[in-house]
């Protein structure tokens, strides 16, 4: 609200969908209304003088150019010529000071006129009534702040603020693929990207954060606002690919991407060396070494405990956790 003034209708409820320009809530307009009409009156008033000021002021340019023409003939007295000639000034002048007034008094019409349309409170937005903060019949003080009557919310695009750690937050990048997920529904997977790292970090327990911002789409209105989100941000990915559990691979000190497996033998397990790709929690993505349905032991297992090498749907690097 930008006028202070009694709050005389709120149109809206909280969770009602509002289009651009709706009529959301009115201001008692009255005082607005009346002080509009009094500065229309006055430039009514201003506009009639200055029409007499004008016919005042043509009648003595009239009367000076007569003057003007009989002087020249050494007719009248020269000050004669002299008065009507100061009397054209005269006049111009009254005109000239009319129409400032003429000027000042439309300002200040307009600026009511202005004044009186913010008694009408439109939505600025499409969106949704998130908030409302007054009450019909409430007054509203704006000389000092601006009153807020309601708050309107575009769910359409939600904003997830994801705070991670300074340890991870150098391979966060703008556009980079996230899902998330939420506590009311941890099956399923929201899709996004990240739209800007925010530079300020915020100090939690001695430990920094910096929040990343995901816009998502919420079409559907299952996101609301302040929920929390398990955040995910991909790294990597890899489709159609081999894998093995995670902890049927043992890391080489050579090379990251080297592993060693234990393959079962008529003679015993042997130690296979094979090439790994991305890897999560779970899963090791094999490159080389193994072929589809090739079994491995299992680490601290009985002989009899075997995993296979088989394709996996898409996998996804995760980094460092969960944000």
């Not at 009511?112 to 998130?130: E, H, K």
């Not at 769910?155 to 391979?171: F, H, Y």
């Not at 079994?295 to 969960?322: F, N, W, Y």
Request: no cysteine; proline share 5%.
């Amino acid at each position: 609200a930008q006028l202070s003034g009694q709050l005389e209708t709120l149109s809206v409820e909280v969770g009602d969908r509002v289009e651009q320009g709706a009529l959301l809530a009115q201001i008692d307009p009255r005082i607005y209304e009346s002080r509009v009409a009094g500065d229309r009156a006055r430039v009514d008033s201003l506009t009639a003088q200055l029409a007499e000021r004008n016919a005042s002021m043509e009648l003595a340019r009239i009367n000076h150019t007569r003057n003007q023409a009989m002087a020249d003939r050494n007719l009248i007295a020269r000050d004669l010529l002299d008065t009507s000639a100061a009397q054209l000034k005269q006049a111009q002048a009254q005109v000239a000071s009319v129409r400032a007034q003429l000027k000042e008094a439309q300002s200040t019409l307009d600026g009511d006129a202005a004044n009186l349309g913010y008694a009408r409170i439109y939505a600025p937005m499409s969106g949704t009534v998130v908030s409302i903060s007054a009450l019909e019949g409430q007054t509203l003080n704006a000389n000092q702040i601006t009153p807020t009557i309601l708050r309107i919310a575009d769910l359409d695009t939600m904003t997830v603020t994801a705070q991670v750690a300074e340890a991870d937050i150098g391979r966060v990048q703008t556009d980079m693929p996230v899902y998330f997920t939420t506590l009311g529904q941890a099956n399923r997977r929201w899709q996004g990207s990240v739209r800007q790292i925010q530079p300020t970090p915020d100090i939690v327990n001695e430990v920094v954060l910096f929040r990343v911002l995901v816009d998502v789409d919420n079409r559907d209105g299952v996101l609301l606002p302040d929920m929390t989100a398990q955040v995910f941000f991909v790294l990597a990915q890899a489709r159609d690919v081999l894998t093995l559990p995670a902890a049927a691979v043992s890391n080489s000190s050579e090379s990251k991407d080297k592993g060693f497996v234990q393959v079962p033998g008529p003679s015993g397990p042997t130690q296979r060396a094979v090439e790994t790709g991305l890897r999560n929690r779970e899963l090791v993505e094999i490159v080389s070494g193994l072929a589809e349905g090739d079994s491995v032991l299992l680490p601290a297992s009985g002989p009899s405990t075997t995993a296979k090498a088989s394709e996996s749907p898409p996998r996804r690097g995760l980094l460092g956790g969960p944000h």
